[in-house]
């Protein structure tokens, strides 16, 4: 029995430990704590690692001529945004989640979109350079964006568990999560994605602004390369000119560059340079429409001004902003006029900005055309100005509209009224009141060949200036239409017109000789034309 009694004894004190241990370990207190242990593990490494990409998942970046921002973000369903304010954005399906690209354009170097017009090579090159932009600035991104997710995490799970163990698991999940995610979105881009954005904001109008894309690169290029040899033959056209039997400017003469609608076309500066130094010009005048958009990455188009090193007097056209004029008041020789005067070469100039901002298709000259409401808007713009001629102290000689439009109301204020909008060149008689001095309005074309819009037809519209010479009585006595022809005309003309009676308005009409600049022809009107040999 003893025995008996024993062994039950021995078997009953192996049987209890276990049964104490199996209770141990199923207890629902112990599964509680454990369950909440590994769910605050999870929200503190979710949480770090959205902290965290949200905090360092952006990089700046040089994408061709512009100032990039790339941007991460947590997402479930992935997708690029190229945002381009204040005009918009484009939206791309470009890759799956969890993670969604933002690409913000900032500003426009002026210095390396003169170089890609100065080397039409480097244009090529800058497509091909411009991809390899993205992926570095991409990689630099998520290296950054995971270094960022996992420190986070550690500091948030450090404050948290306040235990070595822990916080290492967390970092270690953050890691896995983070690399997880992007290596996901690296393996489903779709680069094809980018031929099919869909558009929000004022790019709505892009594929009506700007046509077929490629065909217009492949235009442009042929452009810039036949401009960087024709805007070198303006000095032989001042040359052919000079040499005719007209009259030559006096000492005394002011010389005016009158140009327009530049519509952010840096191949305009080149040919402004080359005339201000070529023409000895005084002063440069400009009525508006110098941007297409009036954003702010167009606002570093400006710059250009400051180099030029003589006054630039300028109004504001539809397409400029209140940014844009800001923007060209910051140039050291700039003056902005709206709705006031300033004396500038001895010359006193009235001007008034547009009362538009129409930066899209549809409401452009281009679009439906001029409402009655906005019509009262440009010629209350010329009724305002003709008010502010008629009471300045000093004789006004020149006044600024950007629409001819408004232009009517200045008769028999000033000599000379300027203007631009239309991209035509025309100059006519303002219709003249009685008892008041005969207006002359001269309107300019597009000094930027319009930009981007001038190369959708067959052949790029002209880029267009003039030269107005002021005597001593700053009255007009002659001017010099320039104008640099596009694809397949490869020539550069200007034809010189001489005012007999600055009261009456009437040209003279001037015999041509021929001289070593190269053919010159009479123009219809009578007045010589210099064309360059299409060699260059």
Known sequence: MDGQENEQHDAGGETAPQEGRARRRWRPGTNLRRLGAVLALLVVTFSGVVAGTYAGGHVGTDIGPFRAQLNLSPSLSGGTTVDIPPLGALLLDSHDGPAYLTVELGALDQRRTEALIDDPASISRASQSAVEDVRAGVMRLGLKTLASAVLATLLLAGLVFRDARRTAWAG???????????GLAAATIRPQAIEEPRYEGLLVNAPAIVGDARRIANDYTKYAEQLQRLVGNVSKLYTTVSSLPVVQPSPGTTRVLHVSDMHLNPTGWQLIRTVVEQFGIDVVIDTGDITDWGSEPEASFVGSIGLLKKPYVYIRGNHDSARTAAAVAAQPNAVVLDNSTA??????????????????????????????VVADQVIGAGEQLAATVTSSPKPVNIALVHDPASAGPLSGTCPLVLAGHTHARQVSKLPQVPGKQPTQLFVEGSTGGAGLRGLEGEKPTPLSMTVLYFDKQKLLQAYDDITVGGTGQSQVNLERHIIQDPTKGDQVPVTPTPTRGGPVSPAPNGSPTATPSPTG
């Open 172 to 182: 270690g999940l953050a890691l896995v999560v983070t690399a997880g995610s992007l």
């Open 343 to 372: 004396t500038v070469a001895g010359l006193t100039i009235a001007g008034i900005g547009d009362p538009r901002f129409t930066p899209d298709k549809e409401t452009s000259p281009a679009g439906s055309g001029l409402t009655k």
